[in-house]
């Protein structure tokens, strides 16, 4: 079984960038699908991004994510990122890395995922 951890979330200015990662622990890294999704205080979580299994040649993007954000994954290092570029206040939120088992291209809903990292705050300040 696969264990998620996610680090990089901060405190930055309107405009700065950020890359989040989600370190894998357990199970065949390759296996896995990844996702990104949000939370904001008072809302649902929501999707950020995803990336396909093995080699990763399928992403997806929320609307607000597309061209500001971009998802990879680096098999060898068992790690996902998150490059957050032009952050803008209305993207302070947790943000949580999933991973899901197999192919099926890239899940947009929580409830395709079923491994979870606990979170890392990201806050843009204006």
């Known amino acids: 079984q696969v264990r998620l951890v996610e680090s990089g979330g901060g405190l930055v200015q309107v405009g700065d960038s950020l890359k989040l990662s989600c370190a894998a622990s357990?199970?065949?890294?390759?296996?896995?699908?990844f996702g990104w999704f949000r939370q904001a205080p008072g809302k649902e979580r929501e999707f950020v991004a995803g990336?396909?299994?093995?080699?990763?040649?399928?992403?997806g993007y929320q609307d607000f994510a597309q061209g500001r954000f971009t998802i990879s994954r680096d098999n060898d290092r068992r790690t996902v990122y998150l490059q957050m570029n032009t952050l803008k206040p209305e993207d302070t939120a947790v943000y949580y890395c999933?991973?899901?088992?197999?192919?099926?291209?890239?899940?947009?809903?929580?409830?395709?995922?079923?491994?979870w990292g606990p979170g890392t705050q990201v806050s843009v300040s204006s």
């Open positions: 999933a991973a899901a088992y197999g192919p099926g291209g890239v899940s947009r809903t929580t409830s395709g995922y079923r491994h």
């Open positions: 357990g199970g065949t890294f390759g296996s896995y699908a």
């Open positions: 990336i396909s299994w093995r080699l990763g040649t399928s992403v």
